[in-house]
């Protein structure tokens, strides 16, 4: 369909926003986007600044089912803007990638300014006006429908648009624009509580390691917990860890700190090795070397794993076999999880059930959500910019057949 006589509002200018807003405008609609922000898309700015990782090259079953309960709809979601779809997209941006040894798929640039200056050149020629310190506070329902409040620097300022789109993020790095706060607002729609997801976890290290260690990688390493094994590595920090294998066990390490207070992870520090090839290195005898020299001798460790090791309570084991299976298998207790504010996404949100197909909210006719605002939650490795896209493509598709079918019934 093409009208511009129709307008529809995004609110939240971050990347389901954005991807809503242009397959809005493609389809001949009139487009404002707002931001409660001075300037747009500081997230995915921020998630540029340590390599913008777009999506995965991994097959389209493994993708999917890394948004476990939310698998069914992100599926859907993934079938109207697939990974192939989204690098097509990047590279018509003048942005082409690469696939990481990890199967993870960057913009060869690494940073995101430069496709985030494409895409908005891109809105602009399609007519998107971008309002920022344009921030969504009320409702208000009058005679003539209902009444959108926005904040700005000039006060008030009242919409009634066609159809709106809600794309306002989670509430993980609030300083960054998604505060979380519209949950308070949009009544009469169930949303989950929001929990920290991809998020580093509290060990009570000794202030001496703790001392020497933090900021330092350990890798490669393993980590297991709950049956489900993850190589990757992993940083230690003042608080604890945090990191892309720590990210990749982050939901069942936080159910289980929420529901047992603690949880138990099983660490390989050589997970490249068996323990029968580790334990024929340790039999080699120790000479004159400390234990800690030994151990990164013929162990192969580094001064923090070595570390990590000995900061589990009591003596390390005697003999090779029996230190080859420490190595290979240390329990480290987590006692807590970091906050909101440090996570780099969140669960929770506007529940899946609340939505129709073309996700719009059932309760509200005529208002769609899409992006990091839904109860949805997956790893690090360009989940979460591939699910919050998708939405926003699969929203603005909503909108476009709502407006066409019955555009009479506005919200
Ligand atoms: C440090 C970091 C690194 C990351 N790295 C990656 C990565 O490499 N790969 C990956 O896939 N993902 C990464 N992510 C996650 C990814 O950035 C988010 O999942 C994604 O930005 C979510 O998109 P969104 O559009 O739903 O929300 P957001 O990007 O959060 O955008 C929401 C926008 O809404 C605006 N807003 C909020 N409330 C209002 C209001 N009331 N009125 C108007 N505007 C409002 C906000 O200002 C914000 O601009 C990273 C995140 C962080 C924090």
Redesign the pocket.
Known sequence: MSDANRTVHV???????LMAAEQLAKAGLAVVV????PS?????L??GR????LTHSEGIDAFVGRYGAAAGSVGAWLDRFSPTHLIGWAEGLGQPVFTGSSGRVFPRAMKASPLLRAWLARLAGLGVEVRTR????AFRRSDEGLEWVFDTPDGERIERPDAVVL????A??PR????G??AAMLEGVAVEPFRPSNVGFDVAWSGVFADRFAGQPLKPLAMTFDGQTVRGEAIVTRYGIEGGAVYALSAALRDAIERDGTAVLTVDLRPDLSVEALAGRLARPHGKDSVTNWLRKAGGLSPVAVGLLREIPGELPQGSDKLAKRIKAVRLTLTGVQGLARA??SAGGVRLDQLDEGLMLKTMPGVFVA???LDWEAP?G?????A?MASGATAADGVVRWLGRDPSSKP
């Not at 707002?34 to 922000?37: C, E, K, L, R, S």
């Not at 747009?40 to 995915?44: E, Q, S």
């Not at 360009?382 to 591939?386: C, I, N, R, S």
Request: charge should be neutral; avoid cysteine; proline fraction near 2%.
């Open positions: 609110i939240g200018a971050g990347p389901a926003g707002h931001d409660a922000m747009v898309g500081r997230k995915l921020m998630a340590g390599g913008l990782n344009s921030r969504w506070s794309a306002m993020g989670g993980s790095w960054l624009g998604s505060d706060a519209w780099i996404s992006g990091e605002m690090t360009g989940y979460l910019l591939q919050s």
